[in-house]
């Protein structure tokens, strides 16, 4: 994967991995590259962003918490709520 661009499918779940831990720096620089050329890619990072956030925010998410946790009904329907009022301002 050493090569000089990466495709969507590659950046996206490097974007991913970068929430959890460390990458390399030549794949930062690949990504960040990539992320100034890919609006779609850009976007996927700010979603991942924001959801991290709401997740934060709402007290869902715990760096040591089990990753397939099930939420309740509740909690659902909050992060929903909260998704909502993000998106809005963008449109």
Not at 46 to 58: A, D, F, G, N, W
Request: with cysteine; glycine share 2%; aromatic share 6%.
């Amino acid at each position: 994967m050493k090569h000089w661009m990466f495709s969507c499918k590659e950046v996206t779940r490097m974007v991913s991995e970068s929430m959890d831990r460390d990458l390399p720096r030549y794949q930062r620089i690949g990504i960040w590259l990539h992320l100034m050329m890919c609006k779609y890619c850009s976007r996927y990072k700010q979603q991942l962003i924001s959801l991290r956030k709401v997740l934060r925010s709402e007290g869902l998410h715990d760096e040591n918490s089990e990753p397939h946790a099930k939420l309740s009904p509740d909690a659902r329907e909050r992060i929903k709520r909260s998704l909502h009022r993000q998106i809005r301002p963008l449109q």
